[in-house]
């Protein structure tokens, strides 16, 4: 997700936000999917200071981080739309 997100960084011309992590494998369909262990990375990316994660839909964890806001998306085209316009 992150290699997708960077790439269309670059066809956009725009930056992605600095303090953001994509967490999610995606499809050949252009769906997000969960990865194993979304929650511990979320945790991880939170300690990095991290402020947005951006994740598969089923990959939102139950408890919300105390200073990292996680967005589910279920696909590319959501995601673009979301960062780009």
Known sequence: LAVA???ASSVYDRALPADAVFIGEVGLAGE???VSQAERR???AEK???KL???SER???RRAPKSLRVR???DLGVL???LFT
């Open 72 to 74: 589910g998306v279920p």
């Open 5 to 7: 997100a960077a790439l």
């Open 80 to 82: 673009f739309r979301e």
């Open 48 to 50: 990095m200071g991290m």
């Open 32 to 34: 997000i999917r969960a």
């Open 59 to 61: 990959s939102v964890p």
């Open 53 to 55: 994660a951006y994740v």
């Open 42 to 44: 979320i945790a991880e």
